[in-house]
């Protein structure tokens, strides 16, 4: 097998018409490199497009969300503040039925008929009456109910067998 040398190579006649010059080589390289560098210039435009696109929905998304938050502090807020009057509420209905029974207790007491007043059950004291405040004291009978439990007008309401006629 013969070797050409390199200059020989150069001014050999083309085998089989394929052969190429280093010049055309070189525009070949040059037409590629061209055509590629295109390439990668509209790839990154794409992307960037594409992250503009994404940026600007997200940033839509985002203002979204900040628009639902407000709403939903809003509404936490008011429903907290409608739980703050309903919590009061819910304490002064304890508060007055603690006094009702307690008044229907001393009715009971000074009449001597026992009265079956129900004992507020223990999960209601722990959520509307609990320890922060004592109990309230009993409000005082209307004065027409007490004047009825005056000694002498006792005697004019029991019937002969010393009890109340209506019980």
């Known amino acids: 097998m013969e070797m050409i040398p390199p200059a020989a190579a150069s001014s050999a006649p083309p085998r089989h018409g394929g052969a190429v010059t280093e010049e055309e080589r070189q525009r ?26 994404r940026a600007a929905q997200l940033e ?8 639902t938050t407000a709403l939903v502090q809003q509404q936490c807020s008011l429903v907290e503040q409608q739980n703050r009057v309903l919590f009061a509420d819910a304490r002064c209905l304890y508060s007055l039925l603690q006094q009702q029974n307690s008044q229907l207790r001393m009715l009971g007491q000074i009449t001597g008929v026992p009265m079956d007043v129900q004992e507020i059950p223990v999960h209601l004291t722990q959520l509307y009456g609990g320890l922060q405040t004592p109990p309230a004291p009993p409000l005082p009978l209307p004065p027409e109910i007490q004047m009825m439990f005056q000694p002498e007008q ?14």
């Open 28 to 53: 070949k390289r040059k037409t590629s490199n061209r055509l590629s560098a295109q390439r990668s210039r509209i790839k990154r435009q794409q992307r960037e497009e594409n992250l503009v696109v």
């Open 60 to 67: 839509i998304d985002n203002n979204a969300m900040r628009v």
């Open 154 to 167: 006792l005697d004019d309401i029991m019937d002969d067998a010393g009890s109340l006629p209506w019980l």
